[in-house]
Nanobody, 120 residues
């Protein structure tokens, strides 16, 4: 079983940056794809970014060019660097892992989430 713990959320102003971290424990982190999803207030959970075990990255159109996902296998950690934040980025951000990217229903493990609030 893999445990995922997110950190780095908070309250920021539009245009600011944040970096989220997700630390994994329990199994071979480097063998799995890792993803960030988010759930805005009153909406469904949506894909934000994913990175394969080989380092290929994928992004939702809404964050492409502003967010960057990366991983440090030595630290069992995946990051989400978020720049030029907008009020519509406000959501609870979840880290998730498995064998694929993007498919919210196919993740094996989920963190408990970290709240990001962007004020205008």
């Amino acid at each position: 079983q893999v445990q995922l713990v997110e950190s780095g959320g908070g309250l920021v102003q539009a245009g600011d940056s944040l970096r989220l971290s997700c630390v994994a424990s329990g199994r071979t982190f480097s063998s799995y794809a890792m993803n960030w999803f988010r759930q805005p207030p009153g909406k469904e959970r949506e894909f934000v970014a994913g990175i394969t075990s080989g380092g290929n990255t994928y992004y939702a159109d809404s964050v492409k060019g502003r967010f960057t996902i990366s991983r440090d296998n030595a630290k069992n950690t995946v990051y989400l660097q978020m720049n030029s934040l907008k009020p519509e980025d406000t959501a609870v951000y979840y880290c998730a892992g498995g064998t694929v990217v993007r498919a919210v229903g196919s993740m094996y493990w989920w963190g408990k989430g970290t709240l990001v609030t962007v004020s205008s």
